[in-house]
């Protein structure tokens, strides 16, 4: 029997390390092996997944990606690489939704409705949050909205507040930023950036709308009628379950 010591043991490790192949640096060499694999995941692939994957360095998985962002730019093609997530995916150009949806027979698009929008937005922007917390800030119940966001995967739980009654946090997934288009929380658009947007916005419709009728002619301002179930109209109703 042999006997296996501190030696043997070093002797081991060095000789593995030195079977062991460089890493590849070449980021022409493995843009092949880096699009296959973008085109055949359904989710978007991490960096440092690819290079131990490729067993390539960091800096050459950096490389090829950017290689193939390159080509994937160029005029004419019907697919472009995007960052979202953490990590790379290959989509379709928005300008063949149209004809995706006939060929696949889409009929229906998935929307969110404006109480969801604004029950994610706040979740979004005051991550970890309680679901007593977003209805202080909307002011109506907003249980089933949430209910629908999880559905969605576009909300997950994150541990529980150390409060009175320990209500769970929700927080945002990374379903979240593949449907929005965002690589992470950071690309959320800082609040006074929609606020300058809006004011420009109203600004641009202000000079576009006619001031004044033609000569001869009162204008009467048209007082607008109030949607079905109060003055204000009641868009923050619960959401009616399928």
Same mark, same amino acid.
């Given at each position: 029997?042999? +006997?296996?010591?501190?030696?043997?043991?070093?002797? =081991?490790?060095? @000789?593995?390390?030195?079977?062991?192949?460089?890493?590849?640096?070449?980021?022409?060499?493995? @843009?092949?092996?880096?699009?296959? $694999?973008?085109?055949?995941?359904?989710?978007?692939?991490?960096?440092?997944?690819?290079?131990?994957?490729?067993?390539?360095?960091?800096?050459?998985?950096?490389?090829?990606?950017?290689?193939? %962002?390159?080509?994937?730019? +160029?005029?004419?093609?019907?697919?472009?690489?995007?960052?979202? @997530?953490?990590?790379? %995916?290959?989509?379709?150009?928005?300008? &063949?939704?149209?004809?995706?949806?006939? &060929?696949? !027979? $889409?009929?229906?698009?998935?929307?969110?409705?404006?109480?969801?929008?604004?029950?994610?937005?706040?979740?979004?922007?005051?991550?970890?949050?309680?679901?007593? !917390?977003?209805?202080?800030?909307?002011?109506?119940?907003?249980?089933? $909205?949430?209910?629908?966001?999880?559905?969605?995967? #576009? $909300?997950?739980?994150?541990?529980?507040?150390?409060?009175?009654?320990?209500? &769970?946090?929700?927080?945002?997934?990374?379903? &979240?930023?593949?449907?929005?288009?965002?690589?992470?929380?950071?690309?959320?658009? %800082? *609040?006074?950036? #929609?606020?300058?947007? #809006?004011?420009?916005?109203?600004?641009?419709?202000?000079?576009?709308?006619?001031? @004044?009728?033609?000569?001869?002619?009162?204008?009467? *301002? =048209?007082?607008?009628?109030?949607?079905?179930?109060?003055?204000?109209?009641?868009?923050?109703?619960?959401? *009616?379950?399928?």
């Amino acid at each position: 029997m042999t +006997e296996s010591g501190p030696d043997t043991n070093a002797a =081991v490790a060095d @000789a593995e390390k030195v079977e062991r192949p460089p890493r590849e640096t070449s980021p022409d060499r493995i @843009a092949p092996a880096v699009e296959s $694999v973008l085109f055949s995941s359904a989710r978007p692939v991490k960096e440092r997944d690819l290079a131990e994957l490729l067993d390539a360095t960091p800096a050459a998985v950096t490389g090829a990606l950017e290689l193939l %962002r390159g080509r994937t730019d +160029e005029e004419g093609r019907g697919v472009r690489l995007e960052k979202v @997530a953490g990590g790379w %995916r290959f989509v379709t150009r928005p300008e &063949f939704d149209g004809l995706l949806r006939r &060929f696949h !027979e $889409v009929t229906e698009r998935s929307r969110l409705s404006l109480a969801a929008l604004e029950t994610l937005a706040i979740i979004a922007y005051r991550q970890p949050i309680t679901l007593p !917390e977003i209805q202080e800030i909307r002011g109506v119940n907003c249980a089933s $909205v949430l209910k629908t966001l999880f559905e969605k995967k #576009l $909300v997950t739980t994150a541990g529980k507040k150390a409060v009175v009654g320990t209500p &769970f946090l929700y927080r945002t997934t990374p379903d &979240f930023l593949m449907r929005f288009g965002l690589n992470d929380l950071d690309d959320l658009p %800082r *609040p006074e950036d #929609l606020d300058a947007d #809006l004011a420009a916005t109203l600004e641009a419709r202000e000079i576009a709308a006619p001031t @004044a009728g033609p000569p001869g002619i009162r204008v009467e *301002p =048209v007082e607008a009628e109030a949607p079905d179930g109060g003055e204000d109209g009641d868009i923050d109703a619960p959401i *009616p379950e399928d």
